[in-house]
């Protein structure tokens, strides 16, 4: 009897490069929103938090569900 590991659902499709500029670019839309008052307090300031929610758990998980739909991939493997 042999123990394989289980399947993964989710194949990686974010390269290196890009999941390191979306970390980036979530932090920095993360201190506009909470550490600046360039964005305000309303409708601005919670789509950045959107944004950087969305490119935080992306960049944390190495898939990204737009590029499945379009058949991009930015990793080698």
Same mark, same amino acid.
């Given at each position: 009897?042999?123990?394989?590991?289980?399947?993964?659902?989710?194949?990686?499709?974010?390269?290196?490069?890009?999941?390191?500029l979306?970390?980036?670019?979530?932090?920095?839309?993360?201190?506009?929103?909470? +550490?600046?008052?360039?964005?305000?307090? +309303?409708?601005?300031?919670?789509? @950045?938090?959107?944004? @950087?929610?969305?490119?935080?758990?992306?960049?944390? @998980?190495?898939?990204?569900?737009?590029?499945?739909?379009? +058949?991009?991939r930015?990793?080698?493997s």
């Open positions: 009897m042999t123990l394989d590991p289980p399947e993964d659902d989710m194949t990686r499709n974010m390269g290196k490069l890009d999941r390191a979306r970390t980036i670019v979530a932090l920095g839309l993360l201190y506009l929103a909470f +550490g600046t008052a360039v964005l305000g307090t +309303g409708l601005w300031m919670w789509l @950045a938090v959107a944004v @950087a929610a969305v490119f935080l758990v992306t960049s944390l @998980a190495g898939n990204c569900p737009l590029y499945t739909l379009i +058949g991009l930015t990793c080698r």
